[in-house]
């Protein structure tokens, strides 16, 4: 009988000991960051109510939430459990969220969420709030580099205050972050209310969303694809002319101030990123933060800045972004409480410091010492004194059988294992034990707590 070769789903990945080791270094850093701001640890189930994310992600977005079939149709009886095909794929499509199929969906981002989580817990926490988060999301995108079905998310947000020195303190988390990575990044941020203003400007006010849905892929399609794409959306042909015209060229503030001087949404925008840049330039005259117009981020809800951030020397596309919300809580009950947010993209980031060789060189060890037996009959004994060496945490595993000592070392020397206790019939008469150093070679005959001295010295 033929066996299927095992496999994991296109877009999901297992992680070795080296990998996890990598991931956590980074996540060790990030983490300390957020800390040293002020930020504290929540989490959210990896599943929600269908209805908690659908339509806050835009018509894409909602196309890749991975919706989850109820349990209930396969414990229903077999001649029930048939489900015609195109009942099936209406409860899986964006436009469908059958009760009877679906209910539940694998979270899509960090944030509406955790605005869930506001709402649910408005009682028991003090604003402004602000709260970091590090878990994974699931996209059913199509994979390629530096995207993945599955992947980490690690975000901070504060709600409950329209302050711009939010945003001037998330920026300097990203700042922070990346130079202790040692990952040269751009910083770009724009404003929602700036791109409103455009589309008043454009005579296309009515149409912001399909504006920065179209233009946040301007990287991906360029200028001619952005504008098919409007063209498609009923943009009229000025519109078509004008947007062409300041996608191609460098737009500044102090341009878009002569150009959206009678749109007050526009002005208002302006006037907010020229605060953000003054105090980031102020506490940080190096901060590689830069406005960029086209920046727009498709997610529905974002209402003021938009922040995005991309490595200068890998071709990875953002590898963070974030930005203000008014109002994003009001579509769960409470109205009337802002919010702001940045994310940072785990995965890619990994791919950035792998690519450019940044992660730190040394050989790590879950193992500090390997008790090797030379007869079986000193297996109990090592155990005990294994035992003495965790209550005095020292990490440490016996070799499960008496072998000979050259195969228990290679064994050692595969896991990076920096000493070995070597106990046989005369260690066990003698109480004393041999400690090799396997990295000098050096050998002592000692007590087992004079090892574990030794142990503790070197960890």
Not at 162 to 178: G, K, P, R, T
Not at 264 to 271: D, S, V
Not at 319 to 340: A, H, K, M, N, Q
Request: contains cysteine.
């Amino acid at each position: 009988m033929a066996v299927n070769k095992p496999s994991v789903p296109s877009g999901m990945r297992d992680f070795s000991p080296d990998q996890v080791i990598r991931r956590n270094y980074m996540l060790g850093i990030i983490e300390n960051v957020f800390l040293k701001y002020g930020f504290m640890p929540i989490q959210t189930p990896s599943m929600e109510n269908i209805e908690t994310l659908t339509g806050k992600y835009g018509d894409e977005g909602d196309q890749l939430i991975y919706k989850i079939l109820n349990s209930r149709i396969f414990e229903a009886k077999e001649e029930k459990k048939k489900i015609m095909r195109d009942d099936f794929e209406l409860a899986l499509s964006s436009n469908s969220n059958s009760r009877n199929l679906v209910e539940k969906a694998l979270r899509y981002d960090l944030t509406v969420p955790f605005a869930r989580y506001v709402v649910m817990h408005r009682n028991d926490i003090t604003f402004p709030f602000k709260r970091y988060q590090m878990q994974p999301v699931w996209r059913a995108d199509r994979p390629q580099k530096g995207r993945f079905r599955e992947f980490w998310q690690c975000d901070a947000d504060v709600i409950g205050s329209d302050s711009l020195l939010n945003e001037v303190d998330l920026i300097s988390i990203y700042a922070e972050v990346f130079k202790l990575l040692q990952v040269d990044v751009t910083i770009k941020i724009n404003n929602r209310k700036i791109l409103f203003g455009i589309a008043e400007y454009l005579g296309e006010s009515g149409k912001l969303i399909d504006l920065t849905v179209a233009i946040d892929k301007l990287e991906k399609v360029g200028v001619d694809g952005v504008l098919k794409e409007l063209d498609d959306k009923g943009f009229n042909a000025s519109a078509l002319e004008k947007i062409q015209k300041l996608l191609k060229n460098k737009i500044t503030l102090e341009f878009l101030k002569t150009l959206l001087f009678d749109s007050p949404t526009g002005m208002q925008g302006i006037k907010e990123l020229e605060e953000v840049f003054s105090n980031s330039y102020f506490l940080n005259p190096n901060c590689p933060l830069f406005f960029d117009v086209t920046l727009a981020r498709g997610l529905n809800y974002y209402t003021g800045a938009i922040i995005e951030v991309v490595a200068k020397d890998v071709q990875m596309g953002s590898i963070g972004g974030g930005g203000r919300y008014d109002d994003l809580t009001g579509i769960f009950g409470l109205s009337g409480v802002s919010g702001v947010g940045i994310s940072f993209g785990l995965d890619r980031i990994y791919e950035v410091i792998e690519e450019l060789k940044l992660f730190p060189t040394t050989k790590h060890s879950f193992t500090q010492v390997l008790f090797c037996c030379m007869e079986s009959t000193s297996l109990n004994y090592a155990m005990k004194l294994a035992q003495k060496c965790r209550e005095q945490a020292i990490k440490c595993e016996v070799y499960p059988i008496a072998a000979k000592l050259k195969k228990q070392l290679e064994y050692a020397n595969a896991k990076n294992v920096g000493y070995a206790i070597i106990i046989g019939a005369e260690e066990m008469n003698s109480q004393l034990i041999s400690l090799k150093n396997l990295m000098s070679g050096e050998q002592l005959k000692i007590s087992i707590q004079d090892a574990i001295e030794i142990l503790k010295n070197n960890t």
